[in-house]
């Protein structure tokens, strides 16, 4: 009906004029061209909606039915792995990596950006976020939201109200973090001028330090170069005796078959036995070279893991010579009276073995000597003793300097191993009174061992306990103090740990460093009857005083060899009369300290003398005598000295010592004595 009215007022106004005839036309194709455009844009907007927000896509994702949703829809209505399309009911699988996995469906992607650039927005038929009614509404393309015309000015700007109040927030946030960052980077930049500074120090400290070792090593070559030179001097002089000594033995063997088969004329032996004389007299000779020896001590010790910054104390090399002993020498105008005795023994094992090159008879002729020498005390052959001795002027022996009651039999504890009752450098002693244990520092096997006051084999004390809890690391060093807890210098972590007796940890002492109060490389430990605890600090040089709760006190030494200063100082001892003797390793001394760090006292020097050191280690105060042992380990003895520090006497051993390291007083005048480079311990 409205077309043929339409249509009826065409007629009329065309047959008015033709330019409104014209005009008509005109307007109809227009009206038809929208009419055209919106119904292509209402199939537009029913490709580019959500089923489901009834809203243009946004992120359409396209499941497997090939049917398209948004993607914050699909997250909506899927709650398990599975779901179903809400078009088709069509069943479909969430992918484990989430919604987002979904195919994306390009030809609307694509869609909606070429809308956006050749065409407006298509107009949905919904409710106005703002106003809540209904009307042709656009979507925000900042927030989202859907906005009817009449809204859309005020949206936009609480929308720019909003946006800039955010600009302004984010402005000034902006400034200080700048002015924040400009702080940071001067700091930084200060920093890295001073870390330049350091780095100069360093090269110079370096620098020198290198200097200093590439002198010590000068000086260490130099000593191997003049120990060599004198090993070879000693082998061609070896060669010589070496040749001689052929000749004397192929002289015997001859005279000795012609003597045998009796057909040697008297001329042949009156020569032989004026040769035989000769030769006697060369033995005695060879006698006193080859078998009072000079046997070279080979050791190169790099003592100080923690070199100092002035590279003192890195190492020595020590060269010495220890006389071995023997019994006597062959004296010529006994000879051929003995040697008539056919039969006498051979009493001297030792000169069978230096002299087997040598003829049977011409042994026999010296075993008998040897055996009539023993039955006179007036001889002239020398007699080198392990301990002091002297002689009076009628050639007698003097009764030695060291006291009978040491003269004993050792008991020997421990071989070379890793067996319970093997060591591996056995360090530091320590006895509990309370429990009668003897506790050792087996430091190569990273273990401790007791054993009974009695020497018998107790109970092995491992690194890590049975629940798997790591308690002490290479044990250097062991103390038990009057309460009956355990200290243990712990070698690897360098720390002192307290433990008590079921060796739960109580409190650790102290810590790494080279501050006041802190130590570098502590070696040693003692306390006194007001628990004190007394640190030696090998790499810092110096004595530490610790409170029983382990609070610093009071340092005192430092590098260098004035009274009061130290060179790696090993060992600490209390004494009587609230004193402190401590083992001055690197000076080869022993210094005498009250509580206070005050020096009252230095004993000893480098040398070989009963009151001399060479190296001295562990040291154990007598309270009954008042007397002092000390570990002399370069001179491998162990010395006394008495209350007032000047009489000495050694400990004598049978078996003698081999780097005696640390010294325990036990019941009855016994000692226990460890012995880190035998591998051992010593009971005497």
Not at 401 to 407: A, F, G, P, V, Y
Not at 527 to 553: M, P, W
Not at 567 to 592: E, F, H, T
Request: with cysteine.
């Amino acid at each position: 009906m409205k077309s043929l009215i339409a249509l009826n007022q065409y007629q009329k106004q065309s047959c008015d004029s033709p330019r409104s005839l014209m005009s008509d036309v005109i307007d109809n194709s227009s009206s038809s061209s929208t009419i055209e455009s919106s119904r292509s844009s209402k199939s537009i907007i029913q490709l580019i909606t959500c089923p489901i927000c009834l809203e243009i896509f946004h992120e359409p994702l396209q499941l497997p039915c090939q049917h398209t949703f948004c993607k914050l829809c699909l997250e909506r209505i899927t709650e398990d792995r599975w779901g179903r399309c809400p078009v088709c009911r069509g069943c479909y699988r969430v992918p484990f990596a989430g919604v987002g996995s979904f195919e994306v469906n390009r030809t609307i992607v694509n869609l909606l950006e070429s809308l956006s650039h050749n065409e407006p927005k298509p107009m949905l038929k919904a409710k106005c976020a703002l106003c809540k009614l209904d009307d042709t509404i656009t979507v925000c393309e900042h927030c989202r939201e859907a906005i009817c015309c009449t809204c859309r000015r005020q949206h936009y700007e609480e929308f720019s109200r909003y946006i800039n109040l955010k600009l302004n927030e984010t402005q000034q946030e902006t400034e200080k973090l700048i002015a924040k960052e400009v702080e940071n980077i001067k700091n930084h930049e200060e920093n890295v001028c001073y870390s330049n500074d350091i780095a100069n120090v360093i090269r110079n400290k370096v620098a020198d330090l290198i200097e200093k070792i590439k002198q010590e090593e000068t000086k260490l070559l130099h000593n191997v170069e003049e120990f060599s030179s004198a090993e070879q001097r000693l082998v061609t002089e070896k060669k010589a005796c070496l040749e001689d000594l052929s000749l004397i033995n192929e002289f015997c063997l001859q005279s000795q078959g012609k003597l045998r088969s009796k057909e040697e004329t008297d001329q042949e032996a009156i020569e032989i036995r004026q040769r035989c004389e000769e030769y006697v007299l060369s033995v005695n000779d060879l006698q006193n070279r080859i078998l009072i020896v000079k046997t070279p001590i080979r050791r190169i010790s790099f003592f100080n893991r923690d070199i100092s910054s002035d590279a003192i104390s890195l190492g020595f090399v020590e060269i010495g010579m220890v006389l071995e002993p023997i019994e006597s020498a062959v004296q010529l105008s006994s000879i051929f009276q003995s040697s008539l005795k056919t039969d006498s023994p051979l009493t001297t094992s030792s000169t069978n073995m230096d002299l087997q090159h040598c003829s049977k008879q011409l042994i026999r002729c010296l075993s008998a000597t040897l055996q009539q020498q023993s039955d006179y005390p007036n001889s002239s052959s020398p007699s080198f003793r392990s301990n002091a001795s002297a002689s009076d002027n009628n050639g007698h022996c003097r009764q030695p300097l060291q006291s009978q009651n040491h003269k004993r039999t050792p008991r020997i504890i421990g071989k070379r191993g890793t067996r319970d009752t093997e060591f591996m450098h056995p360090s530091s002693l320590a006895y509990s009174k309370r429990d009668q244990l003897i506790y050792v520092c087996d430091t190569y096997n990273n273990r401790l061992v007791t054993y009974s006051i009695d020497g018998i084999f107790q109970q092995v004390h491992k690194a890590v306990s049975e629940t798997s809890e790591t308690r002490f690391y290479h044990p250097y060093a062991v103390h038990i103090d009057c309460n009956n807890r355990l200290y243990l210098i712990d070698q690897s972590e360098r720390r002192i740990k307290v433990f008590n007796r079921d060796f739960k940890l109580i409190r650790v002492i102290g810590q790494y460093g080279r501050d006041i109060g802190q130590y570098s490389a502590p070696c040693d430990l003692c306390t006194n009857e007001d628990n004190y605890i007394f640190v030696c600090d090998a790499g810092g040089h110096r004595i530490l005083k610790y409170s029983e709760q382990g609070q610093f006190i009071l340092a005192w030494g430092g590098l260098g060899t004035d009274n009061g200063q130290f060179k790696c100082p090993a060992c600490v001892c209390v004494l009587s009369g609230n004193r402190l003797a401590v083992s001055d390793w690197g000076n080869d001394r022993v210094q005498i300290f009250n509580c206070d760090g005050d020096h009252l006292l230095s004993i000893g020097q480098r040398g070989k003398l009963l009151s001399e050191f060479f190296r001295p280690l562990g040291l154990a105060f007598d309270e009954i005598s008042e007397r002092l042992f000390v570990c002399d380990e370069g001179n491998n003895r162990v010395t006394i000295f008495n209350n007032d520090f000047t009489t000495t006497e050694l400990v004598h051993s049978k078996i003698g010592f081999h780097g005696p390291y640390d010294i325990l007083l036990l019941k009855d005048g016994h000692i226990l004595i460890s012995e880190h480079r035998a591998h051992r311990l010593q009971i005497i």
